[in-house]
């Protein structure tokens, strides 16, 4: 059974750092990995999907590794802003099984 | 391109009673998923619709949950009865086929 892992739950650091979330998956066996930001009481915004045969995918700010084999993804957020407070999750999606999300990490971003 | 929507945002009821939420996917999706998202935790599959076929249900507590996709549009998310567990928030996501999710805002239920 897949089971995520993020760490840290929770992440509070100064505007204009760079900083990298964990998530790590105990089956490698994934067609793909996907980042998702929410912000309080909302839904979830997807940020970056990289598929199994990718090692990384940018946007903008974010960037996003995978390491299929150690089962280990970390996003990237570099220059922090205040705006990039909220909640990002990780899932992995592994073809006939459901979209399986961490728990998130928890980031806040102080002016 | 209009996103997922869903309503209501925001209910409240008691133990024992009944709710319905309702979700509008994405134009053209043919994937519509609803997820159960309890505080502090990701979401969860309850169940994945193919057009109006159900794919996967495993997750939902078939005893209280139903969900049902009229025409492969529009679906409908419901519990009766409630119990204090079910207080969570209720994301509805589609997609068309090798795409990625796309989520609605969701609605949260605070069952008292």
């Known amino acids: 059974k897949q089971e995520v892992t993020q760490i840290p739950a929770a992440l509070s650091v100064p505007e204009g750092e760079n900083l990298v979330l964990n998530c790590s998956f105990t089956?490698?066996?994934?067609?793909?990995l996907q980042w998702f930001r929410q912000d309080p009481g909302k839904g979830l915004t997807s940020l970056l999907l990289i598929q199994s045969s990718q090692r990384e995918q940018t946007s903008g700010r974010l960037n996003a590794s995978l390491d299929k084999s150690s089962g280990r993804s970390t996003l990237y957020i570099a220059a922090s802003q205040p705006g990039d407070s909220a909640t990002y999750l990780c899932?992995?999606?592994?073809?006939?099984?459901?979209?399986?999300f961490g728990k998130g990490t928890r980031l806040s971003v102080i002016a | 391109e209009a996103g997922v929507a869903q309503s209501p945002r925001y209910k409240i009821i008691e133990k024992r009673q009944s709710v319905a939420f309702w979700c509008n996917p994405i134009s053209g999706h043919a994937t519509l998923y609803w997820y159960q998202q309890i505080l502090g935790q990701g979401p969860k599959l309850l169940i994945q619709f193919q057009n109006n076929g159900v794919v996967d249900d495993s997750q939902l507590p078939k005893d209280r949950f139903s969900a049902e996709r009229l025409k492969g549009v529009d679906s409908t998310l419901k519990i009766q009865p409630a119990k204090l567990e079910d207080s969570a928030v209720y994301l509805c996501?589609?997609?068309?086929?090798?795409?990625?999710?796309?989520f609605g805002p969701g609605t949260r239920l605070t069952v008292t």
């Open positions: 089956d490698s066996a994934i067609y793909n």
């Open positions: 996501a589609s997609k068309t086929s090798g795409r990625e999710q796309y």
């Open positions: 899932a992995v999606y592994s073809g006939n099984t459901p979209l399986v």
